[in-house]
């Protein structure tokens, strides 16, 4: 009798709840690719405006340690074993939204292992951006911060440029598709 594998549980979402993100929308993209070439891996597509935190320093903590968006946040964390995280470009440097909401899961909550979040998860790690480089420069920052605190983040990158144009067409560019699909394959292969 063969056991059939787990499915692989992916958490979607986007550094920035822009209306209109055009990293939102990439990874609309990404997890349609993913239904025709990687259908082991399922995804929960999330936005973080639905997990609104305050900004992130020590006495607001001290005052609120677990506001209720961060439970459910941690809750959703604990449930996939793998991220998919699409980080915009502010200035060379992921968002605020994104770093804020990294800080607030960093924290140990009562009963929880450090870096109860981050630990053994596997990232794949996209950017859009209306400018050429696509975002390029924020994923290595993000990729540092994630490894430092225990995640796994796969080593295709996927940055898409001039988003405005990209991200609104039928389908994505060829050499694009080609880089989602590795790094899906990428995914795939260290959730196994
Ligand atoms: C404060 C700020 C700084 C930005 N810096 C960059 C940048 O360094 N590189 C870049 O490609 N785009 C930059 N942009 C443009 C963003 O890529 C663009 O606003 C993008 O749409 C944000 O992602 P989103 O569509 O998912 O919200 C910047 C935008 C803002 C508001």
């Not at 929308?25 to 070439?37: D, G, W």
């Not at 439970?71 to 964390?77: S, V, Y």
Request: glycine content about 8%.
């Amino acid at each position: 009798m063969s056991i059939a594998p787990s499915p692989k549980k992916v958490l979607a979402f986007a550094g920035s709840c822009r209306q209109g993100s055009f990293n939102h929308a990439l990874l609309q993209h990404v997890i349609a690719l993913a239904s025709e070439s990687h259908p082991d891996l399922t995804f929960t597509l999330v936005s973080l405006a639905d997990y609104p935190l305050p900004l992130f320093n020590e006495d607001v903590e001290a005052s609120d340690p677990t506001p209720p968006a961060l439970i459910a946040l941690k809750a959703l964390f604990a449930q996939h074993n793998g991220l998919l995280i699409a980080s915009p470009e502010y200035n060379s440097l992921p968002t605020p939204l994104l770093l804020n909401t990294l800080s607030w899961l960093s924290r140990q909550g009562v009963g929880e292992a450090p870096l109860a979040a981050f630990k053994g998860k596997v990232a794949a790690l996209v950017g859009a951006s209306p400018g050429g480089l696509g975002g390029l420069r924020a994923l290595p920052v993000v990729r540092h911060g994630l490894q430092n605190v225990g995640v796994t983040v796969v080593p295709q990158l996927v940055s898409v440029g001039s988003a405005h144009t990209a991200l609104t067409a039928p389908t994505l560019p060829d050499p694009t598709r080609a880089m989602i699909v590795t790094q899906l394959a990428q995914l795939s292969h260290h959730l196994r």
